[in-house]
């Protein structure tokens, strides 16, 4: 788990996580809590060659929209995957638990 029980607001990134060895990856999100009921947090996954430089990965971007689970698949991603996000609306936030999942 990379986030747990973060409150996220504005705009966000995850911390990094290695992920060289793995041929799959899948991101799942859970808002826990949301500020109003059509709280909308947008999810982009991010790479990096060394962890320090990032770029937006290929394919479009995520959307979650009050309480729920979303998911999706990440292939070809080299070195390291984080997310790059935003909560939209002034004022409003969501609590969170970001998995990511690896498999060779």
Not at 38 to 67: I, M, N, R, Y
Not at 86 to 92: I, K, M, P, Y
């Amino acid at each position: 788990m990379l986030e747990r029980y973060t409150v996220l607001t504005g705009d966000f990134t995850t911390e990094p996580y290695e992920t060289g060895w793995a041929a799959e990856a899948r991101w799942f999100v859970r808002v826990l809590e949301s500020s109003t009921p059509d709280t909308k947090v947008v999810f982009t996954t991010q790479v990096s060659p060394d962890g320090l430089h990032w770029c937006d990965a290929e394919g479009q971007e995520q959307t979650a929209q009050g309480e729920g689970l979303v998911s999706w698949p990440v292939r070809e991603f080299g070195q390291w995957l984080r997310i790059r996000g935003s909560v939209e609306g002034a004022d409003r936030s969501a609590k969170v638990l970001i998995y990511l999942t690896l498999k060779d």
